[in-house]
């Protein structure tokens, strides 16, 4: 029962490299989402997706890149890493089930420092 | 848009204490509601949700939280902490429109037991 999956756990990045982190999950929600998380400032949307092909802006979209080519992963890419990038980064999805009361579903992150 | 203040950064409690934790929320529509908690280096779990059906929601682990409409609260309790709750917090309220169903977190509160 794997849920969601956040590959890789760890990454230590120079400014001006690019990466992608790769989200993946089983349950065949159709949204998912990427947050960003710093200390003391919770977690922050960076982008969206509501179903396959499909991605929209969050709060901190700025520096990041998404796609969407299949239902089940959802990348998020970083063109040019930057260090105000360093941050833990957490994927999530939920049911596509209609209300504002389904939960998210989390996986347990990426930690990523830019150098 | 709706928003979640979580009063307290960081909270201490003694081993069998009660635990409570604050959360107010700032909603123009019925807010659906959320406590999650963070293990360190893990993802978010969710701990309860309000979804209008009963005021006083019950959790996982022993945690409950009491919707007031008056106090614009969900404060999150235990009657007697453990070890084991020793975590970060988070209050989060599930936006309204755009058929997004984005989450708002508080900023967190960090929870140590002291045995």
């Known amino acids: 029962n794997a849920g969601v999956t956040q590959t890789p756990k760890f990454r230590v990045l120079k400014t001006g490299q690019s990466m992608t982190l790769l989200c993946a999950q089983d349950?065949?929600?159709?949204?998912m989402y990427w947050y960003r998380q710093d200390p003391g400032m919770g977690l922050r949307l960076i982008h969206y997706?509501?179903?396959?092909?499909?991605?929209a802006k969050g709060e901190v979209p700025d520096g990041y890149n998404v796609s969407r080519l299949k239902k089940q992963n959802f990348l998020l890419g970083l063109e040019s890493a930057a260090p105000s990038q360093t941050s833990v980064y957490f994927c999530?999805?939920?049911?596509?089930?209609?209300?504002?009361?389904?939960?998210?579903?989390f996986g347990d992150g990426t930690r990523l420092s830019i150098l | 848009a709706q928003s979640v203040t979580q009063l307290g950064s960081h909270v201490s409690v003694s081993e069998g204490a009660l635990v409570l934790l604050r959360c107010n929320y700032s909603?123009?529509?019925?807010?659906?509601l959320f406590w999650y908690v963070q293990y360190p280096n893990q993802g978010l779990q969710l701990l309860l949700k309000?979804?209008?059906?009963?005021?006083l929601v019950k959790g996982i682990n022993g945690f409950e939280a009491e919707f007031k409409k008056s106090e614009t609260s969900f404060h999150l309790t235990k009657p007697s902490a453990h070890m084991s709750d020793a975590a970060e917090y988070f209050c989060?309220?599930?936006?309204?429109?755009?058929?997004?169903?984005?989450?708002?977190f508080g900023k967190g509160t960090k929870l140590s037991v002291i045995p």
């Open positions: 349950m065949n929600h159709e949204y």
């Open positions: 309000y979804t209008s059906a009963a005021t």
């Open positions: 989060a309220v599930s936006q309204s429109g755009a058929g997004s169903y984005q989450l708002t």
């Open positions: 999530a999805s939920r049911t596509p089930d209609r209300g504002r009361h389904q939960p998210q579903h």
């Open positions: 909603s123009s529509v019925p807010p659906y």
């Open positions: 997706s509501v179903g396959e092909g499909t991605t």
